[in-house]
């Protein structure tokens, strides 16, 4: 996981404790249901800033296309 997100599997679970914790998922009461899930929206974000990757490669990669 190092080398796509820059970040260790530690580093990636403490990060995301933070980020859900500070900002949690609003229950949806409209349009679709989200593509991935929050961990999977977090590593996205972070493969997109590290490596520069389109977002048809990301979505390619996540299985969203």
């Known amino acids: 996981m190092y080398h796509t997100t820059g ?25 679709r249901p989200p593509a991935m899930s929050q961990s999977e929206e977090i590593r996205a974000t972070l493969v997109y800033h590290r490596r520069n990757r389109t977002q048809t490669e990301l979505a390619e990669s996540f299985g969203v296309c």
């Open 7 to 31: 970040f260790s599997p530690a580093a990636m679970a403490a990060l995301h404790q933070i980020l859900t914790h500070n900002y949690p998922r609003l229950p949806q009461t409209t349009g």
